[in-house]
């Protein structure tokens, strides 16, 4: 079993930047982040797994992942934050062999015009 622990959501501006964090409790291969707006299914933002990234063309330039194999950490840097990057942001994980997914309690991120 796996726990992730988010931190770093809240309120900013539009045009502002936000980061947020998750820590695994274990080393895992596979990490990312998914987001759920009000009444819209939950889609992926982006993912890193064993270097390589992958992003949803919406915030391909602007948002940023980024992983610390030492802390077992992921990081989700988000800058030139617009409206309709408002939700509650998951943290994913995946593990190996077996394919194993885990997720994060969820942290809200609110982009104000």
């Known amino acids: 079993q796996v726990q992730l622990v988010e931190s770093g959501g809240g309120l900013v501006q539009a045009g502002g930047s936000r980061r947020l964090s998750c820590a695994a409790s274990?080393?895992?291969?596979?990490m990312g982040w998914y987001r759920q707006a009000p009444g819209k299914q939950r889609e992926l933002v982006a993912t890193?797994?064993?270097?390589?990234?992958n992003y949803v063309d919406s915030v391909k330039g602007r948002f940023t992942i980024s992983k610390d194999n030492a802390k077992n950490t992921v990081y989700l840097q988000m800058n030139s934050l617009k409206p309709e990057d408002t939700g509650l942001y998951y943290c994913?994980?995946?593990?190996?062999?077996?394919?194993?997914?885990?997720w994060g309690q969820g942290t809200q991120v609110t982009v104000s015009s």
């Open positions: 890193t797994s064993g270097g390589s990234t």
């Open positions: 994913y994980a995946k593990s190996l062999p077996f394919g194993s997914e885990y």
């Open positions: 274990r080393s895992i291969f596979t």
